[in-house]
T-cell receptor
Framework: AQKVTQAQTEISVVEKEDVTLDCVYE???????LFWYKQPPSGELVFLIR??????QNEISGRYSWNFQKSTSSFNFTITASQVVDSAVYFC???????????FGKGTKLTVNP | DAGVIQSPRHEVTEMGQEVTLRCKPI?????LFWYRQTMMRGLELLIY????????DSGMPEDRFSAKMPNASFSTLKIQPSEPRDSAVYFC?????????????FGSGTQLSVL
């Protein structure tokens, strides 16, 4: 079975702080894909990143960075110099190779205060 | 591309009524997914289709829920009869058949309130 755990239910920071959102996953497959989605207050789900299990390179995209560590089954997301517009619920998700079922964590609500 | 289109955006109905949610996937996508989002259970996959054929409906909560995909550009999720506990946001998503670079594209969701 596959499972995604986002232990942080809510995080509140002040603008310009760095913040890391944790994601721990469980799967028995050696081939799988990890995702992060953002859900702003408007409600839509916005794709941020996809990473496959064979690529442990960390990725940076502007103020966003992702740290994938198979040894700890984690795929953490860091926002550097947070901004108010980053306020949203962030979901980590997992799909096993050969499947089309994307399983989501419960999400972390990030509030960035001015 | 117009993205995944869902209608209606909001639906308010009374217990016992039939509710039909609609989805138009992105043209060229051949996988379609229905998700439900609630505070208690988060995002749950209800059912998904590949090439218009239902592949896995194990997430459909009970027989009151049914989904169809009569063609590649349209799908419906029906609840009959509706109950207050069905109140949630229902998302439709689509993708090309799973490959190296695929991801799900989500619609804006339908906020369903059953009174």
């Amino acid at each position: 079975a596959q499972k995604v755990t986002q232990a942080q239910t809510e995080i509140s920071v002040v603008e310009k702080e760095d913040v890391t959102l944790d994601c721990v996953y469980e799967t028995r497959d050696t081939t799988y894909y990890l995702f992060w989605y953002k859900q702003p207050p408007s409600g839509e789900l916005v794709f941020l990143i996809r990473r496959n299990s064979f690529d442990e390179q960390n990725e940076i995209s502007g103020r966003y960075s992702w740290n994938f560590q198979k040894s700890t089954s984690s795929f953490n997301f860091t926002i550097t110099a947070s901004q108010v517009v980053d306020s949203a619920v962030y979901f980590c998700a997992l799909i096993q190779g050969g499947s089309e079922k994307l399983v989501f964590g419960k999400g972390t609500k990030l509030t960035v205060n001015p | 591309d117009a993205g995944v289109i869902q209608s209606p955006r909001h639906e308010v109905t009374e217990m016992g009524q039939e509710v039909t949610l609609r989805c138009k996937p992105i043209s060229g996508h051949n996988s379609l997914f229905w998700y439900r989002q609630t505070m208690m259970r988060g995002l749950e996959l209800l059912i998904y289709f590949n090439n218009n054929v239902p592949i896995d409906d194990s997430g459909m909560p009970e027989d009151r829920f049914s989904a169809k995909m009569p063609n590649a550009s349209f799908s419906t999720l029906k609840i009959q009869p509706s109950e207050p506990r069905d109140s949630a946001v229902y998302f439709c998503a689509s993708s090309r058949s799973w490959g190296v670079d695929e991801k799900l594209f989500f619609g804006s969701g339908t906020q369903l309130s059953v009174l």
